[in-house]
């Protein structure tokens, strides 16, 4: 059966659809691919709003409506919190290397 060409219709969901669909993505023992087969959205998309959620770029007016002094105080702990991962990282990293550099110094000095 042919296409119907035309316009595509495209589609704005508002702020608080898409967190609540990334929210019944988190619950467990759910997948991305069934919540986003159930709100009839591409799983892509849905993957999307998860990552913009995590950057902390989508929010649900709920949070918006924070006195200022909070929502910036909110703010300074989401970035500080990733650098925190981003430093706990680097310190993983530079254990492994200083584990590396001595196994290879160990090496050298035997023989």
Request: proline share 5%; charged share 40%.
């Amino acid at each position: 059966m042919p296409r119907i060409k035309g316009p595509r219709k495209v589609h704005q969901y508002s702020n608080e659809f898409k967190v609540t669909a990334v929210r019944l993505s988190h619950l467990p023992g759910v997948q991305v691919k069934d919540v986003a087969e159930e709100l009839d959205i591409h799983p892509f998309m849905l993957s999307r709003w998860r990552k913009e959620y995590r950057e902390g770029k989508l929010e649900a007016k709920v949070k918006k409506a924070l006195d200022p002094k909070t929502a910036a105080e909110l703010k300074r702990l989401k970035k500080l919190e990733r650098d925190y991962a981003r430093l706990k990282e680097e310190h993983e990293i530079l254990k492994k290397a200083i584990r590396f550099c001595s196994e290879q110094k160990a090496k050298s000095s035997r023989s």
